[in-house]
C-alpha cells in the first residue's frame, strides 16, 4: 500500500486523516502541536517529529492548515516538506489559501519533480468526521485520477474542477455563498423573533420550501441553541473573505454581500469572538435589531 503523510490535525485535519488510516494506510502525521498527535489512537498513524521526516516517508502528503503563510511554511520552511519530498511524490494541499500562491507553490514544487493539486473541502466539521465532504481539486487531471481512492475515503462529492488553483477558486465561490446565506439566515430568524414568531418553528417551516438550505438547517439551529462552539471559527471565515475580496478586487469584480459579511465579521472579531463558529453571524444583527433569536 502507498505510504500516506498528513500535516494538520485540527478540527478538520484529524478525522480526515483518520479516515485514511482506518481504511488501512499508514498514515505518517504531524502536528505543530505534538499533543495532538500523540493522542491518536488507530495502530496506522506513524508520528513524526517534523513535516521533512512525514515527506521522507511518505509517497503522497496531505496538508490541511490554516492559511496560505501556514502552507507555504509546512511545504517550503525550515523542517518542512520540500526538502524531504521524494521524486514523483504528490503534495494535496486540503486547507483554504490563495490560488495565486497556490499556483506559485505548484511551479516550484513542480522544479522538484514533485506533484501539487489543491483540495479544499466543504462540508465542515460534520462532514469531516462522517466522510461525506465535497473536494473540489485543481491540478494535473492524471494525478487527480492517481489519488482519487484516497479522497474517496474523506469526501462524498469529489470533482475535478481544472488547472492549479481552481480547486481554491471553486471553493471561494463556494464562501462568497456561505457567507451570504448565513446573513440572510441571520436576517431571517431575528425577523421573525422581533415580530413575536417562534424561530424554530419558522426554521421548520422553511425547511421544507423553496429557502430551504444547509446553512438554514446546520447554522440556524446553532443559532437557535445558542451553540457557538466551532465548527468553523470566524478567524478562518474572515481569512476566506478576505481572500474573496482581493481575488475579486484584481478582477474588478464586485462582490458586494461578501463585503457586508466581512464588516459583521471585523465587529466581532474585535469584541474578541474570533474563535467562535461563523454562525455568531447572528449576534451583530440581533444587536441591531435588539433582539435575541430564541424560541
Ligand atoms: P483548526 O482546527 O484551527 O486547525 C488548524 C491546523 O493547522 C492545526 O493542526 C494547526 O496546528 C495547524 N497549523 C496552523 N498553522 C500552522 C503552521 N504555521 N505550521 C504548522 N501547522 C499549522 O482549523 P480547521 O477548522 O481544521 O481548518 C483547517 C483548514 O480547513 C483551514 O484552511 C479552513 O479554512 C479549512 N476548512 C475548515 C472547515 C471547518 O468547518 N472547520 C471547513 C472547510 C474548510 P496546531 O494544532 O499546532 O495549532
New binding site residues.
Partial sequence: MTNLGF???????KPMAGHLAAAGHTVHVF???PK?AQELGTKNFVVCKSSREVAEKSDVVFT????T??VE??IFGPEGLFDGLKHSSVVID????SPVATKDFAKRLSARKVHMLDA??????AGAEQATLSIMVGGEAPVFERVKPYFDLMGKNVIYIGTNGAGQTCKLANQILVAATLEGVSEALVFASKAGVDPSKVRQALLGGAAQSRILDVHGKRMIDRNFV????IS?QQ??LNLVLQTARSMGVSVPSTAIAQEFYNSLAGQGCGDLDNSALVQVLEKLAGKIVEE
Avoid at 500535516?7 to 485535519?13: K, S, T
Avoid at 466551532?230 to 471559527?233: A, C, L, T, V, Y
Wanted: glycine fraction near 16%; avoid cysteine; aromatic fraction near 2%.
Fill in positions: 500535516v494538520g490535525l485540527g478540527i478538520m485535519g502536528n505543530r502541536t495532538t490541511m492548515v490554516s492559511d503563510p501556514d511554511k509546512v486540503m486547507s483554504t489559501i479544499p473541502v466543504s462540508g465542515g466539521q466551532p465548527g468553523f471559527k478562518l481569512k476566506d
